[in-house]
């Protein structure tokens, strides 16, 4: 997310800027009590104020060594939880840096900075619910001392996590920042991302503009208007401005992602099918080509092959139901269909409204005469989805395998009734079935 890319230098600039001014350390008095305690005062400040000096300089394994002695002394001193949470962040020690940092807050819950750096470290390691309640009250804050461009950056962070889970709120939190900054291009790309959350594609797309006006070259603008283009089947406006982006950056895997988007539109599946394959080799770990890359293959009928891609995936990711049931899929169509059956079935218990693969987990299942699980499947697809004359002949033939005749001729009978002559051979066995029941007019 390219809000939390931003370093926690700032905060750490917005507390050293005010050493002076903290709060003492616990077990202090005021300069002025008497001579020893006032010493005792004086040594914790520049004992505190010598590390500050020292994370500013990027000497972080120095500041630790000052902090935490420091610290063993003065084991609530929020400020200074909050520098040894920056050194361990800086040296690339998230699970220190969150201890340090919780303790700043137990310490200091109206310690603006460490719920900030609390929040943007976690939504840095994609744990948006954890890190929302630590943004949150960061804006509820006041940073130490008053900082407009810290509190816009709590904001933006909030706008940033809200914005497809709750748009509503998140253009709130942006418009909120934008009262105490200046609109940056950052902004203007998260304004087009709310919006688009919103279905407001005209905002959103004037927003993508809008920053392309002023940055002709920006990747993430060009494949934000390029999506919505191709979401409103304007690929001819859309071509051109992938064109300039690949000349630019031609191993982007978005921008080629949308190429091949456009392609397929175009009904020009080997050319997309190329423009894949090369990104798959480029990006091998990356999951929305991969499975752009699966899904053309099983389009141009090389199961085989997407199902390669579906099982790969599956060993880092077995839980995705995407992928599984892409895998399921791919097993139907080489006819592996006892194979198929359990791998529909994990899907749908990760996503039972996926019509599609109650379709297809009723075909297995007919092909496999269970037609208990046939007809249990097409009931849960028509809840999603409405029936047609495949659906419609799977019911007869299995109520029909159940003997269940008059079932069986009711579903034959509006099998007839869809199928139209669309169907010949299956329209000829189930007439040739209502015969057999008695049930032909």
């Known amino acids: 997310m390219r809000i939390f890319a931003t370093t ?11 050493a002076q001014q903290s709060p003492l350390p616990p077990g202090t008095t005021a300069p002025g009590d008497d001579t020893a305690a006032s010493a005792t005062v004086d040594a914790a400040a520049n004992e505190l104020a010598s590390a500050e000096e020292k994370i500013a300089k990027k000497d972080f394994e120095g500041a630790r060594a000052v ?5 063993s002394k003065h084991p609530t001193d929020a400020r200074a939880l909050f520098d040894l949470g920056y050194v361990e962040d800086a040296s690339d020690n998230p699970d220190r ?5 919780r303790k700043a807050i137990e310490a200091n819950p109206k310690q ?14 994609g744990k948006t619910e954890q890190a929302l309640p630590f943004i949150e009250a960061a804006t509820l804050l006041v940073p130490a001392p008053p900082n407009p461009e810290s509190k816009a950056r709590a904001w933006r962070a909030l706008a940033q996590l809200l914005r497809t889970s709750d748009p509503t709120r998140a253009k709130y939190a942006l418009l909120e920042a934008l009262k105490i900054s200046k609109e940056t291009t950052e902004d203007t790309l998260l304004t087009a991302e709310i919006a688009e959350a919103s279905d407001d594609d005209e905002t959103a797309e004037a927003a993508y503009k809008r920053v392309l006006e002023a940055h002709p070259d920006s ?10 283009l191709l979401k409103q089947k304007k690929y001819a406006e859309a071509e051109p401005l992938l064109h300039a982006a ?10 080629n992602a949308q190429w091949a988007a456009v392609l397929l539109e175009e009904n020009k599946p080997q050319e997309a099918l190329s423009a894949l394959e090369k990104l798959h ?4 770990q990356d999951l929305t080509v991969g499975k752009m890359l699966a899904q053309t293959l099983m389009q141009g009928g090389q199961a085989a092959k997407a199902d390669e891609i579906y099982v790969d995936f599956l060993s880092f990711s077995p839980d995705d139901p995407a992928l599984l049931a892409g895998h399921a899929e791919a097993l139907l169509r080489q006819e592996k269909f006892a194979q198929a059956i359990p791998v ?3 899907a749908l218990k990760l996503r039972p409204d996926d019509g599609d693969s109650w379709g297809g987990l009723a075909y297995a299942a007919s092909e496999m005469k269970e037609y208990a699980i046939t007809l249990e499947s097409l009931s849960m697809r028509s809840k999603y989805e409405e029936e047609t004359p495949a659906t419609y002949f799977l019911r007869a033939t299995a109520y029909d395998n159940l003997h269940q005749p008059k079932a069986a001729a009711e579903w034959y009978q509006k099998f007839l009734t869809a199928a139209q002559g669309k169907f010949p051979d299956q329209e000829w066995q189930a007439k040739h079935r209502l015969v057999a029941l008695g049930k032909m007019h």
């Open 8 to 18: 926690f230098c700032l905060l750490l600039c917005a507390m050293t800027a005010t």
């Open 67 to 71: 902090l935490e002695p420091y610290l």
């Open 97 to 101: 840096a969150a201890v340090a940092y």
């Open 112 to 125: 603006f900075e460490a719920q900030l750096a609390m929040g943007l470290l976690l939504a840095q390691e």
């Open 219 to 228: 990747s993430a603008a060009t494949a934000g208007l390029v999506h919505l």
């Open 246 to 255: 690949l000349e630019r950056d031609p191993d982007d895997p978005a921008l």
């Open 281 to 284: 080799q480029l990006h091998p």
């Open 344 to 346: 529909f079935q994990k």
